[in-house]
């Protein structure tokens, strides 16, 4: 079955403080791994697709980047605009996406 | 561009009702799809159409079903309606079944049940 784990749930950070969150994945048949931001009681904004492992890409303070297993989002100089919830998805055959649990990102002035 | 966009932004009813959701895909995206995501948790899929027909579906009962329309707009119908189904319901389109499955969410439809 597939799975994706992200970690931590919960993340705190002080503005300016840099951390990256992290995305686990078993996903038969992958096409993409995308990036989600979700504000609260809102529908997840996309962020990124990562197609191969070594590849990376950048908006403003983000960075992802795809290992055969893992996904990073790197979050460097943080502003308290950045607090929200990451989600972190994998694309596979036949439609679906598997959703982790999201990274509940709080940055603190 | 207009986004996806989804009717109406919330809904109340009571146990045992049925509730229709509807949901607009971004122009010239041919694939639909559905997810569940109650308070809290994580978003669990539950169906995708494309090009009018049902392509997949998560693992949710017979109750939960839709249809896409010929212009690509869908929706979601929820028969029997339990308190647990509350939640927000998500709609997200692609370019269908040649792309690489890239997904953009609408605002969701709040259902609330009591």
């Known amino acids: 079955e597939d799975q994706v784990t992200q970690s931590p749930e919960a993340l705190r950070l002080q503005e300016g403080e840099s951390s990256s969150l992290n995305c686990s994945y078993t996903?038969?048949?992958?096409?993409?791994l995308f990036w989600y931001r979700q504000d609260p009681g809102k529908g997840p904004e996309f962020l990124f697709t990562?197609?191969?492992a070594g590849e990376e890409k950048e908006k403003e303070r983000l960075k992802a980047t795809l290992t055969k297993k893992e996904s990073f989002l790197h979050i460097t100089a943080p502003k308290p605009e950045d607090s929200a919830t990451y989600l972190c998805?994998?694309?596979?055959?036949?439609?679906?996406?598997?959703f982790g649990d999201g990274t509940t990102l709080t940055v603190k002035p | 561009e207009a986004g996806v966009t989804q009717s109406p932004t919330h809904l109340i009813k009571t146990r045992g009702q049925q509730a229709t959701l509807r949901c607009s895909p971004i122009?010239?995206?041919?694939?639909v799809y559905w997810y569940q995501q109650a308070l809290g948790l994580g978003l669990q899929f539950l169906l995708w159409?494309?090009?009018?027909?049902?392509?997949n579906r998560g693992n949710f009962p017979p109750r939960f079903s839709g249809r896409q329309f010929p212009n690509y707009s869908s929706e979601l119908n929820v028969n029997a309606l339990e308190l647990e189904d509350s939640a927000l319901y998500l709609c997200?389109?692609?370019?269908?079944?040649?792309?690489?499955?890239?997904?953009?969410f609408g605002p969701g439809t709040r259902l609330t049940v009591l």
């Open positions: 996903v038969s048949g992958l096409r993409g």
């Open positions: 998805a994998g694309g596979a055959n036949a439609g679906k996406s598997t």
């Open positions: 990562l197609y191969s």
């Open positions: 122009s010239g995206h041919t694939s």
């Open positions: 159409y494309d090009e009018g027909e049902e392509r």
């Open positions: 997200a389109s692609s370019l269908g079944l040649a792309a690489n499955n890239e997904q953009f």
